[in-house]
C-alpha cells in the first residue's frame, strides 16, 4: 500500500493531464537522478544542480519516446528538498503515459495527491505552510482528478479481482494454519494446488491483458473522417474538438490537404484528422490531397466516414469505417447514425460509437471485463507472478511460500482494499477445527 | 509495613518477570500474592512454547527475563514443531514438571535480595493526582510504593462453571480477587469479560496405555535459554487418542447442560483453543478429534487430557471421557471447567504497558485480554522494564513489530486492542522470516543489556557467537563448490551444510552452523523484505508527543479524530495501524506533528 512517505523515489504530472503543448513531469527522492540517467541522453549525473539539459527520452527498448528539457535539482536545493528533476516534454498523451510507464519501471511510483508538497514540508521548507501541506492531502480524498478517475476499479472487475483475492486468502489460510499449528496437531502436509492456483493465474492474465496497452492507450488511435466534399466533415470535427479537450495542433497540410489535432474521446488519445473530400477533379493540388487522403485511410484505426442524408453516397466497405449521416436537423435518417452540427443532436451518440468501435476488437476477450489503467494491470500481473514465485518455492519451505501468497493478496489488495493479519485468522478459525 | 519502590500484584508468569525486572534492576520490589504456594502456577497445559509461543520464551530470555530458565530447569519433554514446514516458523515447545516449574519459580524470586513476597489480597489503589501511589489490601495493609505493576491472570471477579455448578474462583478451589474490579472500574477503567477453560486431570495408573499411541520428544533436549548449554535429562512421552461417534453423542445429547450454551457464561471465549462440546458443535462432520494424553510432573499420578476442555457437568464428562480408547477405566482426578474473568480494555494502555487512566500503574499478562503463559510473561517484562524506566527518568523501553514477537504482541493490544483472549501466531507477525527463534539473542540480547536487565556475560557470549557466525559465513564464502562459492550454493533449495563437508566447519557448534546456514538461506527475502522494513521503521520513528491535540487538527475525519484520541498513539507507525484510519489521515497528522515540533 502506497503511504505518504519521504525519499522513496515517486513522480507526478505537474500540468493537466490533457492534450497541450507543453507538459511537465516531476520525480523526487533518492536516487532519482540515477534512475533516470540510463534512459536520458543527456548527462544529468554529472550536471550541477539548477542545470538545464536537452536530450531524448527513452524507453526500457532503447526507442526514443520524446524530445525533452531536463532540470536537475540535488539535495536541498528543489522543491521537495530532496534529490530530484522536471522534465518537460511534448503535451501529448501519449508521451506522458510512456514517460509514466518508464518511470514505474525502473522503479519511482506514482505520487499519491499531495505527497510532492507534504515532502516539502517534512523537510523543512519553511516557506510553505502546514495548511497548504494539509490541504493537498485532503484534496485526494474528495477531488476527482482525472489522474484518480482512472485508477478506480469498475464494478466487475472489482469483482473479479475480489473473487481473485478470497481465493488466495483461502489457499493462505489452509496453509497458515500448517504454520500455527505443529504437526502433531495437524499431521497432514499442505499440498500447493497447482490446480486451482493455474486457474487463478489464466483468470488474473485474462484480466490484465484487457488493458488497452497496445496501440489504443500508449500511442492512441489514428481517426480519419472522410467522405465527399461538402459532406459534413468539418462540423464534425470541429465538433468533436468542441466537445472534446483538444488542441490543434499547426496545421501541416493545407485545407485542401488536411488538419490534424490532438484530442481525448472518453479517455482515449485520439489523433484526429479532418481530410480533403472525395470528388472527380482535374486540378493538381487537390487530386494530391485526395492522394493523400487515401494513403491517411490506410494507415487509420477508424475511418468516420461522413454522409450527406441528401446525397446518393455510400460508404466503402471496410470493417474500420463508421458510417455517420449529418445535417440531423434536416433530415433524419431514422436508425441510422446521424447528428447535426447545428443543434448538436446525435454528437454523444457518434463519440460513443467512435469509442465502442475503437475498443471493439479488446473488450472481446472471453467474457473478461476490461481494465483501463496500467497500475491496475501491474498489480494484477505482479500477483499473478507472486502466485508463481509461490509454487516455485515448494521445495524452499512452507514459510517462503507463505510469504509469496501474502504479497499476492497484498498486489490485489492494493486494488480491492487491503488483507489484513486478522482476516487470515478469520478464514482459518471459521474453516478448521483446531485447537488441543 | 514499610514502602517499596515498586509493588507487583500477582505471582503468575507475568508478575514473575515483572518483580525479577524490577528488582534485578535495582529497585526494592514487594510481590503480592494470593498464595505463595501458586507461584509460577502452570493454571491450565503442563507445557511452555510452541509456535509464535517458542519464539516469544526464547525474546524473553533474550531481554535477561527468566521464562526460558524455568522452562529448561523444569522440562520433562522438547519437541522442535515444524521442522518440515519451513526454519522461519520452527519453534521449539516443551512438557513441562508444573511441581518444578513453580517451586524453582518461587526459589528463584526468594533468592531475589532486594524483592520481598507477601501473601494478601489486593482490593484497591491509593492515588495521587491521577498517579498511582501504593496498594490496599484484603486485610487492611496501605503500602505505598512509586510504580505499580497489575497483573492478576483469570482472578480478578473470576468465577468458574462446571455444568450447573459455579463458584467465585480464579482456578478451581482457589479464591477469586473480588473488589478490585470494582476499584478499578470507580477509577475510569474500562473492563470486560473473558472466557477460558481447562480439561480434566485423570490418574496415569487408571489409563490404558495400548489404546493410545505413544508420542515421544526429541532427543537431546534443546533449551530455550541462550545461557543454557545442554539439558541432560530422560525425556518423558505423552500419548495419542481420538475421541469417537460415541462421545460426540453424549455431548450432543447434554449440550443444554453447558453453562456456554445455556447462556450463563458471556464471557468471549478463544476461537483458537475451543471447549470439546464447541468442537462437536462446530464441526458436525469430523468423525474424530485429537486427544493428547500429557503428564501434568514427574511426582504425580495426574494427565491433562489436552483437547477436551470442558465446561459440561461431571456426570457428562465421566460419560464422555470413558467412552475414548486408553480412557475407559479414567479416574477423573480434577474435573474440567470453564472460567470467566475481567480483563482490562488493552486500548487504555501505552505501548509501555503503562495506563492511560492512572500513570505509574502498569497492566500485564491475562488481565490484558490474553491468554497463555508465554504471552503473559512477555508483558510482565515488558512492564517490569518500564516501570523500572518510569522509577529511574528514562524513556519507556518499546520494542517494535519489525524485531520482535513482543513487539507484535503489545502492538497489537494497545492498537487493535482484542475481542477474543490474544493468542500469539506467527501470521500475526508481518516480518516472520526475520524473527526466527534462533536469531532472538540477536536481536534483543544488546537491548536487554542496555535498558539493564541482561547482564554483561549474557551479552559477551552473544558476540562469541556472532563472530563464530560471521567467520562461518567468511568461510563459506571461500570455499568452492563446483563453480560456486559455498556461500551461494546454500541459497539453493534442500542443501544442508552438513553435506558440503567443509572440514574446517567441523569445530563449530552445531547451533552455529545452523543459524549461519538460515541467514544465508534466507538472506535473498529478507532483502526482499528490507524495503518494508525500513518504511515501517521510518514511521516507528516519527513520534507524536504525549500530550498532542487531536482536536487542534483541521483535515481528519471526525472518526480518525475519536480514534486517535482513544489510543492515542505514541508514533505515526502505530497511528496507520489503527482499523479504520486512512492513508491521508496518518499524513495530515505527520504533517501537524512536525509543525508542533517547529514551534
Avoid at chain 1, 532519482?32 to 527513452?58: C, D
Avoid at chain 2, 462453571?161 to 472500574?185: H, K, T
Wanted: with cysteine; hydrophobic share 35%; aromatic share 6%.
Amino acid at each position: 500500500m502506497a503511504h505518504y512517505e519521504t525519499d522513496e523515489p515517486i513522480y507526478a504530472l505537474a500540468t493537466p493531464y490533457s492534450p497541450s503543448a507543453l507538459a511537465v513531469i516531476r520525480a523526487s527522492g533518492d536516487g532519482v537522478i540515477s534512475l533516470l540517467q540510463p534512459y536520458f541522453s543527456g548527462k544529468i549525473e554529472k550536471a550541477e544542480s539548477g542545470r538545464v539539459l536537452h536530450g531524448y527520452i527513452n524507453g526500457t527498448d532503447g526507442r526514443h519516446i520524446d524530445e525533452v528539457v531536463v532540470i536537475k535539482y540535488g539535495k536541498g536545493h528543489g522543491y521537495t528538498s530532496e534529490e530530484a528533476f522536471e522534465i518537460m516534454c511534448h503535451g501529448s498523451l501519449p508521451v506522458i503515459r510512456q514517460i509514466s510507464a518508464l518511470f514505474e519501471e525502473i522503479g519511482i511510483r506514482e505520487a499519491l495527491r499531495g505527497e510532492f508538497t507534504y515532502r516539502a514540508f517534512m523537510h523543512g521548507r519553511m516557506d510553505l505552510t502546514q495548511a497548504e501541506a494539509v490541504e493537498e492531502i485532503v484534496k485526494a480524498r474528495t477531488g476527482k482528478g482525472a489522474g484518480e478517475a482512472l485508477e478506480r476499479l469498475s464494478g466487475t472487475i472489482l469483482e473479479e479481482a475480489d473473487k481473485a483475492k478470497n481465493e488466495i486468502l483461502e489457499i493462505l489460510a489452509s496453509l497458515e494454519v500448517q504454520l500455527d499449528y505443529g504437526e502433531d496437531e495437524i499431521p497432514e502436509d499442505w499440498e500447493f494446488p497447482s490446480e486451482r492456483v493455474h486457474a487463478i493465474r489464466d483468470r488474473l492474465a485474462a484480466i490484465a491483458s484487457t488493458y488497452r496497452s497496445s496501440k489504443l492507450w500508449t500511442e492512441g488511435a489514428v481517426v480519419v473522417i472522410a467522405g465527399r466534399t461538402n459532406a459534413g466533415k468539418s462540423s464534425l470535427y470541429n465538433a468533436l474538438l468542441k466537445e472534446n479537450r483538444a488542441i490543434v495542433s499547426p496545421i501541416e497540410g493545407t485545407t485542401r490537404d488536411y488538419i490534424e489535432s490532438d484530442a481525448e474521446i472518453d479517455g482515449i488519445p485520439v489523433r484526429l484528422f479532418d481530410t480533403a473530400g472525395f470528388r472527380e477533379t482535374e486540378e493538381a493540388v487537390e487530386a494530391e490531397g485526395i492522394k493523400r487522403t487515401e494513403s491517411l485511410m490506410e494507415t487509420a484505426d477508424l475511418i468516420v466516414y461522413v454522409i450527406d442524408p441528401s446525397s446518393d453516397d455510400a460508404a466503402p466497405e471496410d470493417p474500420r469505417v463508421l458510417t455517420v449521416y449529418s445535417r440531423l436537423d434536416i433530415v433524419d435518417k431514422g436508425k441510422a447514425l446521424s447528428f447535426s452540427s447545428v443543434t448538436g443532436e446525435g454528437l454523444d451518440k457518434v463519440i460513443s460509437a467512435i469509442t465502442g468501435k475503437l475498443t471493439a476488437g479488446l473488450s472481446e476477450v472471453a467474457g473478461v471485463p476490461v481494465i483501463d489503467s496500467e497500475r491496475q494491470r501491474d498489480k494484477l500481473l505482479e500477483a499473478s507472478d507472486s502466485l508463481g514465485e509461490a509454487e516455485k518455492s515448494m521445495a524452499f519451505g512452507f514459510d517462503v511460500v507463505a510469504m509469496y501468497l501474502q504479497s499476492a493478496l497484498a498486489s490485489l489488495g492494493e486494488l480491492t482494499g487491503l488483507v489484513t493479519g486478522e482476516d487470515v485468522l478469520d478464514k482459518l478459525f471459521s474453516s478448521f477445527c483446531l485447537g488441543k | 509495613m514499610r514502602d517499596y519502590d515498586a509493588i507487583v500484584i500477582g505471582g503468575g508468569h507475568a508478575g514473575i518477570e515483572a518483580c525479577l525486572a524490577l528488582s534485578r534492576e535495582g529497585f526494592s520490589t514487594l510481590l503480592i500474592t494470593q498464595s505463595l504456594d501458586a507461584i509460577g502456577r502452570m493454571s491450565c497445559n503442563p507445557s511452555i512454547g510452541g509456535l509464535a509461543k517458542g519464539n516469544l520464551v526464547r525474546e524473553i530470555d533474550a531481554l535477561g527475563g527468566e521464562m526460558g530458565h524455568l522452562a529448561d530447569k523444569a522440562m520433562i519433554q522438547m519437541r522442535m514443531l515444524n521442522k518440515r514446514r519451513g526454519p522461519a516458523v520452527q519453534a521449539p515447545r516443551a512438557q513441562e514438571d508444573k511441581f518444578t516449574y513453580s517451586r524453582i519459580a518461587k526459589e528463584t524470586l526468594e533468592s531475589e535480595e532486594k524483592l520481598s513476597l507477601f501473601m494478601d489480597t489486593v482490593v484497591d489503589f491509593i492515588t495521587e493526582n491521577g498517579t498511582v501511589a501504593g496498594v490496599v489490601t484484603e486485610r487492611g495493609w496501605r503500602i505505598s510504593a512509586k510504580a505499580v505493576v497489575l497483573t492478576t491472570g483469570t482472578f480478578m471477579d473470576g468465577r468458574i462453571f462446571i455444568g450447573e455448578y459455579d463458584a467465585p474462583c480464579g482456578r478451581l478451589s482457589e479464591s477469586a480477587a473480588i473488589g478490585l474490579g470494582d476499584s478499578l472500574r470507580r477509577l475510569g477503567f474500562h473492563t470486560g469479560r473473558m472466557k477460558t477453560g481447562t480439561p480434566a486431570r485423570v490418574r496415569k495408573s487408571t489409563l490404558d496405555f495400548d489404546e493410545m499411541e505413544i508420542q515421544d520428544g526429541d532427543t537431546p533436549m534443546l533449551p530455550f535459554s541462550f545461557e543454557t548449554d545442554c539439558i541432560d535429562r530422560t525425556s518423558i512421552p505423552c500419548y495419542v487418542t481420538y475421541t469417537n461417534e460415541e462421545t460426540h453423542r453424549i455431548i450432543r445429547e447434554n449440550i443444554s447442560r453447558s453453562p456456554l450454551y445455556g447462556g450463563k457464561i458471556v464471557g468471549k471465549g478463544p476461537r483458537y483453543c475451543p471447549s470439546i462440546e464447541d468442537k462437536v458443535v462446530r464441526f458436525p462432520d469430523r468423525e474424530r478429534h485429537q486427544i493428547f494424553v500429557e503428564p501434568e510432573g514427574i511426582g504425580t499420578e495426574e494427565m491433562y487430557l489436552n483437547g477436551l476442555s470442558s465446561s459440561l457437568p461431571e456426570d457428562v464428562q465421566h460419560a464422555f471421557i470413558h467412552s475414548i480408547p486408553g480412557l475407559r477405566h479414567a479416574e477423573i482426578m480434577r474435573p474440567a471447567y470453564a472460567v470467566e474473568y475481567d480483563y482490562l480494555n488493552p486500548l487504555d494502555l501505552y505501548p509501555s504497558l503503562e495506563s492511560k487512566i492512572l500513570s505509574n500503574l502498569f497492566i500485564a499478562g491475562q488481565t490484558n485480554g490474553t491468554s497463555g503463559y508465554e504471552e503473559a510473561a512477555a508483558q510482565g517484562l515488558i512492564a517490569g522494564i518500564n516501570a523500572a524506566e518510569r522509577l529511574k527518568g528514562e524513556k519507556p523501553f518499546i520494542l517494535s513489530r519489525t524485531e520482535s514477537y513482543i513487539g507484535v504482541l503489545i502492538d497489537d493490544l494497545v492498537t487493535k486492542g482484542t475481542k477474543e483472549p490474544y493468542r500469539m501466531f506467527t501470521s500475526r507477525a508481518e516480518y516472520r522470516l526475520s524473527l526466527r527463534h534462533d536469531t532472538a539473542d540477536q536481536r534483543l540480547t544488546r537491548k536487554g543489556y542496555e535498558v539493564g536487565l541482561a547482564g554483561k556475560d549474557r551479552l559477551d557470549r552473544l558476540e562469541r557467537k556472532s563472530e563464530e557466525i560471521r567467520r562461518v559465513k567468511e568461510i563459506l564464502q571461500h570455499t568452492r563448490i563446483g563453480a560456486k562459492s559455498a556461500y551461494d550454493t546454500l541459497k539453493e533449495p534442500e542443501k544442508d551444510i552438513h553435506e558440503l563437508k567443509i572440514s574446517s566447519l567441523a569445530s563449530y557448534p552445531e547451533e552455529v552452523l545452523r543459524e549461519a546456514e538460515l541467514d544465508i538461506r534466507y538472506s535473498g527475502y529478507i532483502d526482499r523484505q528490507e524495503r518494508e522494513l525500513e518504511k515501517a521503521r521510518k514511521a516507528e520513528n516519527m513520534e507524536i508527543p504525549s500530550d498532542f491535540d487531536y482536536d487542534s487538527v483541521d483535515g481528519i475525519s471526525a472518526e480518525a479524530r475519536e480514534k486517535l484520541k482513544a489510543v492515542r498513539p505514541v508514533s505515526i507507525g502505530q497511528a496507520g495501524r489503527i482499523s479504520g484510519i486512512r492513508v491521508s489521515d496518518t499524513a495530515v497528522l505527520a504533517v501537524a506533528v512536525r509543525s508542533v515540533k517547529r514551534g
